[in-house]
């Protein structure tokens, strides 16, 4: 029987990626985390396409678009990324690609570069994949949206404390800004847009726990 396709969208540090890969797990699904698209391609914008001023430049980035080979490996249900060969688990989590990925990511023309690719990784079905345009444009016939959000003070308390377990300096002012930016930038951003799909379950989930949020997603989904 064909798994279903799961579409995970919602605000930055909402959980999106932890949850789903604990569903992907349960359910026995691969997980693409479609965050880490965006911010490979910023890293390597920052390494690469700079102009003299240091700033990204856009078109030596779009020149290069056909040096970028991306691919997965298949770890624990998770479809890690690779570009160039490269693993870039590790690299693109540093604060200088969070403070630059919204920025690439309204680009058109990255999100056209990287559309085939996340909706070809769908095409089989048993996937869960999380981002912020999944439901309502990357996969809109996906079988089950779900929309997820919270308040910026808890988001904000989580993601400094993810920060702080993976060994990144930084203060809670900070964590807090960038957060609100990015979720500025990505709801303004003409194409494709952060947005609750018309069919999404939303769940906000300032007052509950991680796994309260995974029990309340799978008593939405049905038995496959
Ligand atoms: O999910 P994560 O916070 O890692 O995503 C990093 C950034 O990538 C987001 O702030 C957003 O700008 C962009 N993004 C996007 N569309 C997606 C996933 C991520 O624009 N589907």
Redesign the pocket.
């Known amino acids: 029987m064909r798994k279903p396709v799961i579409a995970m969208d919602g605000y930055?540090s909402t959980g999106?990626?932890s949850i789903s890969k604990i569903i992907a797990k349960k359910l026995d699904l691969v997980h693409l985390?479609?965050?880490?698209l965006?911010?490979a391609i910023t890293y390597y914008a920052l390494k690469n396409c700079l102009d003299n001023d240091g700033k990204i430049d856009l078109n030596k980035l779009y020149a290069d678009f056909h040096l970028l080979k991306i691919t997965f490996k298949i770890q624990e249900h998770e479809l890690k990324l690779y570009l160039n060969g490269e693993n870039m688990s590790q690299k693109i989590r540093q604060l200088k690609v969070n403070n630059h990925?919204?920025f690439i990511?309204k680009q058109p023309e990255i999100r056209e570069f990287l559309l085939n690719l996340q909706r070809n990784t769908a095409v089989n079905g048993g996937i869960i994949m999380d981002?912020?345009?999944?439901g309502a444009f990357?996969l809109p016939d996906a079988d089950y949206k779900f929309f997820l959000t919270a308040s910026i003070e808890e988001r904000t308390k989580r993601r400094f404390r993810e920060l702080q377990g993976m060994g990144i300096e930084t203060d809670e002012k900070t964590v807090g800004e960038n957060l609100i930016k990015?979720d500025k930038?990505?709801s303004e951003r003409e194409v494709s847009p952060l947005r609750q799909a018309k069919d999404a379950v939303l769940i906000d989930n300032t007052l509950i726990s991680k796994e309260e949020t995974i029990d309340l997603i799978l008593s939405k989904i049905r038995k496959f």
């Open positions: 930055s999106k990626s985390d479609t965050g880490s965006y911010r990925v919204s990511a981002g912020r345009d999944i990357v990015r930038i990505d």
